[in-house]
């Protein structure tokens, strides 16, 4: 099992940077899936990054391509969200997501464990 917390969010104004972390806990977190989801007020859960085990295959929305970029670091058992040229729109609870066997990485429902969202609110 993996239990993950995130931490990192807060106020920015638009075209500024903030970067998102994520602790797992567990001792396999290195074969897991990372994703990074997010969610606006009154909107539904959506994709924004992912990254298999194997690093190397990262995948991104459409939306933040060019300006979000995931990473982890195994051995610190940490997930990172890196988000540059923030936009007002980029606003939501971000969740951090992992899950050891996923055949779908943009889907929600691929990953059994969630972190509890840290919120990100970016100002015009």
């Known amino acids: 099992q993996v239990q993950l917390e995130e931490s990192g969010g807060g106020l920015v104004q638009a075209g500024g940077s903030v970067r998102l972390s994520c602790a797992a806990s567990g001792r396999t977190f290195s074969t897991y899936h990372l994703a990074w989801f997010r969610q606006a007020p009154g909107k539904e859960r959506e994709f924004v990054a992912a990254?298999?085990?194997?690093?190397?295959?990262?995948y991104y929305a459409d939306s933040v391509k060019g300006r979000f970029t995931i990473s982890r670091d195994n051995p610190k058992n940490m997930a990172y969200l890196q988000m540059n040229s923030l936009k007002p729109e980029d606003t939501a609870v971000y969740y951090c997501?992992?899950?050891?066997?996923?055949?779908?990485?943009?889907?929600?429902?691929?990953?059994?464990?969630w972190g509890q969202g840290t919120q990100v609110t970016v100002s015009s």
């Open positions: 997501a992992a899950d050891a066997s996923v055949k779908f990485p943009t889907i929600a429902r691929e990953y059994d464990y």
């Open positions: 990254m298999s085990w194997r690093v190397g295959s990262t």
